[in-house]
């Protein structure tokens, strides 16, 4: 079992930026890839960034790319979104989520996902 307490998420104006944390306890010892997804309301939950357990295999969405950055800190069992020139289409409830059957590289579907965070909202204004 791998609990998943995502904190960062805020309200900020456009072009602003939030740090995503998702914290990790339990069976942290077993290697896990992290996802973060998003969803907003009426739509469908997306993968927006993965990070396989070594890190050196990371997945964005094109449309994201050089506006976020996903990493992991293994010392404090920690993942991490950075997220710059926010738009207000970035606006979403996030998710980070744990993949123990896909490890060793960045998957970016939701269902090789085992374990999810509650989310935490991501508000910009325009």
């Known amino acids: 079992q791998v609990q998943l307490v995502e904190s960062g998420g805020g309200l900020v104006q456009a072009g602003g930026s939030l740090r995503l944390s998702c914290a990790a306890s339990g069976r942290t010892d077993i290697n896990h890839a992290m996802g973060w997804f998003r969803q907003a309301p009426g739509k469908e939950r997306v993968v927006v960034a993965a990070?396989?357990?070594?890190?050196?295999?990371?997945y964005y969405r094109e449309s994201d790319q050089g506006r976020f950055t996903i990493s992991r800190d293994h010392a404090k069992n920690t993942a991490y979104l950075q997220m710059n020139n926010l738009k207000p289409e970035d606006t979403a409830v996030y998710y980070c989520?744990?993949?123990?059957?896909?490890?060793?590289?960045?998957?970016?579907?939701?269902?090789?996902?085992?374990?999810w965070g509650q989310g935490t909202q991501v508000t910009v204004s325009s």
């Open positions: 990070i396989s357990w070594s890190g050196k295999d990371a």
């Open positions: 989520a744990a993949s123990l059957g896909s490890w060793y590289r960045g998957p970016t579907s939701s269902t090789e996902y085992e374990y």
